[in-house]
């Protein structure tokens, strides 16, 4: 990866949705440069999507993504991933209900970590004004989902999306 390029590594329940969304209000030169679906979190190796389906592989769906951040900051897209999902549910979204649904936020380095431990507090007080259940943990063993899952909506206009998959509106957070 050269310095003009990093990832964000998000689980927000069902990755389809998530995806989607991130390449809709991020893509066309507004900073994504990528985005993949997979998963992440669990300790099974080469993970299939019936197995993490099962919760039993410890995965979470999540979805990766490569930006620039000369165009759009890790902090916007954090704050984009706390408006385009319910984080107070614990591993759940809307009817998906299972630990691969779970709110994570995967840190690539102590910076990343830092900057979603305090959009994470500033989040929890000024918008939801509860605590959250999104976790905040080092990115480790990432897992490319099969190929029929990559730009699903894309390819499946009337595929299924999370009723809990919309963008919220939330005032900006103060600095």
Known sequence: M???????????????????LFRKNFGNGKGLLDAKVGYSGGSTASPSYRAVCTGDTGHAEAVQVTFDPSIVSYRSLLEFFYRMHDPTTLNR???????????????????????????????????YKQPLS??????????????????YLSKNPAGYECPAHFVRTFPPLSA
């Open 2 to 20: 050269s310095d003009n390029t990093q990832k964000a590594t998000l689980a927000a329940g069902c990755f389809w949705g998530v995806e989607h």
């Open 134 to 151: 999104t976790v905040i943990v080092p990115a480790g063993q990432w897992w490319d989902a099969e190929e029929y899952h990559q730009l």
């Open 93 to 127: 979204q809307g009817p998906d209900v299972g630990t691969q649904y779970r709110s994570v936020i995967f840190t690539h380095g102590d910076e990343q970590e830092q900057i979603a431990k305090d959009v994470s507090e500033k989040v929890s007080k000024e918008w």
